[in-house]
Nanobody
């Protein structure tokens, strides 16, 4: 069974850091581009960061310079390092395999 399982969400304060992880199972992650999305209450799900098969990252403008997406194909794990967190980053964060597979999400809450 193909699965993506996120972890690392937490309640943090303004300016703090957090690292999210997404473990892939049931398929070879190295053959897929991967992404992090987020969905805040009352808002649509939006792309946060994307990483190609070869490891080239891309970011949504509001997180550039603060977030870093990375992947370890040997561990079948996708990461999102989030620094200088802001209340506007509060959302459920989802891992996504290019094409068709979502994780269940992990909650990130940033208090001011």
């Amino acid at each position: 069974q193909m699965r993506l399982v996120e972890s690392g969400g937490d309640v943090v304060k303004l300016g703090e850091s957090l690292t999210l992880s997404c473990v892939a199972s049931g398929f070879a992650m190295r053959y897929y581009a991967m992404s992090w999305y987020r969905q805040a209450p009352g808002k649509e799900r939006e792309l946060v960061a994307y990483i190609t098969i070869t490891g080239v990252p891309n970011y949504e403008d509001s997180v550039k310079g603060r977030f870093t997406i990375s992947r370890d194909n040997t561990k079948a794990t996708l990461y999102l390092q989030m620094n200088s967190l802001e209340p506007e980053d509060t959302a459920v964060y989802y891992c996504y395999r290019d094409g068709d597979l979502w994780g269940q999400g992990t909650q990130v809450t940033v208090s001011s």
